[in-house]
């Protein structure tokens, strides 16, 4: 991803759907990925819209942890206890690499994204995606 996201400014959506077939989003601004030297730090600009509302903004800055590289900044190792690696904190707002679990499900355990089910509920479905941003035009 860092080397996919290094060359060209690119903008983020994620999509979602819950057991109960609705589907919501979240637009961002900006998405890329550090170097490794980085962590894999997670670069997100501004939230920009969408029903699901901002889960990920807690998650900007943050490297990218692993079962076998814990860079969190939590105590414990927050891809063991959330079931997946992802841009951990303290541990997690979203957590669209958790285990695939139907709905209601027990805290911390499924795919989830706190402003739209909470965190004890995993969803059916999301996908996060990419695409280029065309610079601002030049002026002068």
Not at 21 to 38: D, I, M, N, R, T
Not at 93 to 103: Q, V
Not at 109 to 123: C, N
């Amino acid at each position: 991803m860092h080397l996919l996201t290094q060359s060209k400014n690119y903008e983020l959506r994620v999509d979602m759907e819950d057991f109960e077939g609705q589907k919501v989003f979240a637009a961002y601004a900006s998405f890329s990925v550090g170097p490794e030297s980085e962590g894999y730090k997670l670069n997100l600009g501004s939230f920009l819209n969408g029903a699901a509302g901002d889960s990920l903004t807690y998650h900007n800055g943050r490297k990218f942890t692993t079962i076998d590289k814990d860079q969190d900044g939590h105590g414990s190792n927050c891809a063991m206890s959330a079931y997946g690696a992802f841009w951990y904190g303290g541990c997690f707002h979203a957590n669209p690499n958790g285990i695939y679990a139907w709905g209601p499900s027990p805290r911390a355990a499924g795919v989830m994204w706190k402003t739209f089910k909470g965190l004890d509920y995993s969803l059916k479905t999301m996908t996060m995606k990419i695409r280029p941003v065309n610079p601002p035009p030049q002026t002068g």
